[in-house]
């Protein structure tokens, strides 16, 4: 069963930072592109930043500069650090995994990120 967690969601205040994690089971994590996406009430589901297997990075015009998606192969994990936030971040951030060859795509349950003072 494939199972990706998300952590890390909260409230912080404009220019704050905040440190998201995505766990995943179930998957052989090496070989999977990893995400982050948003969703904001009323507003369609957007990329934050995608790392490759072989750590090539990719980032919304939104979000560069400010945040950084990382990953560490040997924990299953998934990060994304994001700094400066401004109140427009605030939505749900999900977790998502992506194998093209086989066909898998796999989301995990979403954490909010509020930024408001």
């Known amino acids: 069963q494939v199972k990706l967690v998300e952590s890390g969601g909260g409230l912080v205040q404009p220019g704050g930072s905040l440190r998201l994690s995505c766990t995943a089971s179930?998957?052989?994590?090496?070989?999977?592109?990893m995400a982050w996406y948003r969703q904001a009430p009323g507003k369609q589901r957007e990329l934050v930043a995608s790392i490759s297997p072989r750590y090539k990075l990719n980032y919304g015009d939104a979000v560069k500069g400010r945040f950084t998606i990382s990953r560490e192969n040997a924990k299953n994990t998934v990060f994304l650090e994001m700094n400066s936030l401004k109140p427009e971040d605030t939505a749900a951030y999900y977790c998502?995994?992506?194998?093209?060859?086989?066909?898998?795509?796999?989301w995990g349950q979403g954490t909010q990120v509020t930024v408001s003072s």
């Open positions: 998502n995994a992506v194998r093209l060859v086989y066909n898998a795509n796999y």
């Open positions: 179930g998957i052989a994590f090496n070989y999977y592109d």
